[in-house]
């Protein structure tokens, strides 16, 4: 599960990695989108997959029986989403702005500010 | 709990509500506004007298011990960070009475300067790697909405790339987090210094510290990941451009000092090289950039990056004595050159433009605000007895320590090249007869001109009490270097109840 997760990761960051190459804005807050999935997805692999033990305590016990999985990587992830869907949506009323203003959805036409 | 390492994230997010709920009101919104910098910079004055004497101080948030809860942890390079973000807040809140125009403060533009000043205070504050994400986050959506606000083009353009990079920077940082997590199992930083000493796969440390210098380093704006800088900052106004380069490349420059004196320092050699490698290149690259400016804010913005060059060197070098001048360095950095910032923003309003061709003239105009800009502008360059002359002089005393002379000689000949620079801006702007068709218009300035100068004029005072007397700063950067290079007690402070 791992390996494949890992190819799966490795694809996002490419995909994202690849759009944002690209000069369209419009593919680059997806490719942002993309790098933002990869690195939460990255978090749930390196913080050990576990399938079917949830980390519940059983009445009485101090701790769960045998390995159960770690819930600190999924708040992180949860906390990650969050953060990243209220950003996401910011960039893309931010896109809309410079399209409407600039009248151009090319990267390489808003390029005024960079040399004045 | 210490209740007063809550306060400097309570009081922005308090005056931030009451200034969303009092949106209707502009007089009200200006005044709270200004009262809650000040409240902010009287609670961080607290914290530091509290923190030099009685040492670090530790918050268990909801009482959860440390490793498992939120730890907010102040020791002194904290506190200082602090009290540097309180002081730019209330300059900068007073500075926006006269400079910000009415249609920016009905859409939020107060509000989002106290949430920003909460993110850049919680970062400086928080003891938790993936809190420090969380606060990062706070700040970059608040500077995002800041340097969009108004809508204009050249903003809009600037923000775009703004925006991406800082996003790549925290998807970054993120991977980083969590990969951390993967190799030591905690995030906590204290418990993450105790963890990582133990680790025996340490190429495996290094590559992950490698991934963290290159999301700070982003957001610090190092060589050569800074070109978001220079392509945005000069496009909002000018209040915010100062807030903005006074401390938003500085929180990244935090990050990096602390996660590279505290957790990652198990390869000196190797990692704190690359750092010294790339300050080097930093300042080169930044103030080159300079040199081919024609406008004001414009040499500023590359000027930043140049000088966070200097205080990656005190990192790289790695003894008390660099890190002392680090520290120094920071402190100095974030007043003058908020200061100057703020000064081009008043030639900004009586000339009518930030292009240095059709400046001119307001030595004759304004003498009294040529000094004002002499004073920070020879700082920056470091001319003795101004604070940048120190700052230098420490880091480079620590260079020659370690028989590092080729970073002394960048150092020292990027200082040179720096005092061209501001030559170049005072030769331009305040020397030059008067361009034709340029009329500098006196009412420009209008009924807030007190609000425009006093902040100009308190932090240039800063800049001349910090030079002539050296003594007290340094003592303080001497203690917090030292504290950065002794883990030991910080992991103490915050651990010390469960070992």
Not at chain 2, 177 to 194: E, H, K, R
Not at chain 2, 261 to 268: A, C, E, K, S, Y
Request: glycine letters at 10%; proline letters at 4%; one cysteine or more.
């Amino acid at each position: 599960m791992e390996t494949f997760l890992a190819f799966v990761i490795g694809g996002l960051y490419a995909a994202g990695l690849y759009l944002m190459l690209r000069r369209s804005i419009v593919k680059l807050i997806i490719g942002l989108a993309l790098l933002g999935q990869a690195a939460n997805l990255l978090i749930f692999t390196v913080g050990r997959l576990t399938r079917g033990q949830p980390a519940l305590i059983p009445f009485g016990a101090a701790r769960p029986d045998g390995p159960f999985a770690d819930p600190l990587p999924q708040a992180l992830i949860l906390t990650a989403i969050v953060i990243g869907f209220g950003v996401q949506a910011f960039a893309v009323v931010l896109i809309k702005r410079a399209y409407q203003t600039v009248k151009t959805d090319d990267l390489d036409d808003m390029r005024s500010t960079d040399t004045n | 709990m210490n209740l007063i390492l809550v306060l400097p994230l309570i009081i922005p997010l308090l005056t931030a509500i009451i200034l969303l709920l009092a949106r209707q009101w502009r007089h009200v919104q200006r005044w709270v506004s200004v009262l809650g910098a000040l409240a902010l910079f009287g609670v961080a004055l607290a914290l530091l007298a509290l923190v030099w004497r009685n040492g670090i101080l530790v918050a268990q948030i909801g009482n959860w011990p440390a490793p498992y809860g939120i730890t907010l942890v102040a020791d002194l390079f904290s506190a200082i960070m602090i009290l540097l973000a309180g002081l730019m807040g209330l300059a900068v809140a007073v500075y926006s009475l006269a400079s910000m125009d009415p249609q920016r403060e009905r859409y939020g533009y107060y509000p989002l300067l106290h949430i920003l000043l909460m993110g850049v205070c919680g970062a400086f504050l928080t003891g938790d790697m993936f809190n420090l994400y969380v606060w990062f986050e706070v700040m970059l959506v608040s500077s995002f909405v800041l340097m969009a606000l108004g809508g204009e083009r050249a903003q809009l353009e600037g923000t775009v790339k703004y925006v991406t990079l800082n996003l790549i920077s925290s998807a970054l940082f993120l991977a980083a987090v969590g990969s951390l997590y993967g190799v030591a199992g905690t995030l906590n930083m204290a418990d993450l210094a105790l963890q990582l000493s133990q680790v025996t796969q340490t190429g495996l440390v290094t590559a992950l510290s490698m991934l963290f210098l290159v999301a700070f380093g982003i957001k610090a704006a190092m060589f050569p990941l800074f070109f978001w800088l220079p392509a945005s900052y000069h496009t909002p106004p000018v209040a915010v451009s100062a807030i903005f380069a006074g401390l938003l490349t500085k929180v990244g420059v935090y990050a990096l000092i602390r996660v590279f004196t505290l957790i990652f320092v198990q390869d000196v050699a190797f990692t704190h090289t690359v750092l010294l490698i790339l300050a080097g290149l930093t300042m080169v690259t930044g103030v080159l950039g300079a040199v081919a400016q024609n406008s004001f804010r414009r040499i500023l913005s590359f000027h930043i990056v140049s000088q966070i060059g200097y205080m990656v060197m005190g990192l790289g070098l790695f003894t008390p004595l660099a890190l002392t001048g680090s520290i120094f360095y920071i402190m100095h950095h974030i007043i003058v050159k908020t200061n100057l910032f703020l000064i081009s923003g008043v030639t900004h309003r009586l000339g009518g433009s930030d292009q240095l061709k059709k400046l001119g003239g307001f030595y004759a105009a304004y003498p009294g605000l040529a000094v004002l800009f002499l004073i920070p502008a020879f700082s920056l360059a470091g001319i003795p007895p101004l604070s940048g002359f120190w700052a230098k002089l420490i880091l480079i005393q620590a260079g020659l320590g370690l028989q590092q002379y080729v970073i002394v000689a960048v150092a020292l000949g990027v200082s040179l090249l720096t005092l061209f620079s501001m030559t170049k801006i005072w030769a331009e702007v305040f020397w030059k007869p008067t361009p034709e068709g340029l009329e500098i218009d006196d009412a420009t300035l209008g009924p807030g001109r007190l609000a425009l100068l006093l902040p100009i004029v308190a932090l240039a005072a800063l800049t001349l009490v910090i030079g002539l007397t050296v003594e007290p700063l340094y003592m303080l950067s001497t203690r917090a270097a030292e504290q950065l290079l002794n883990p030991a007690a910080y992991i103490q402070a915050v651990l010390g109840g469960t070992q």
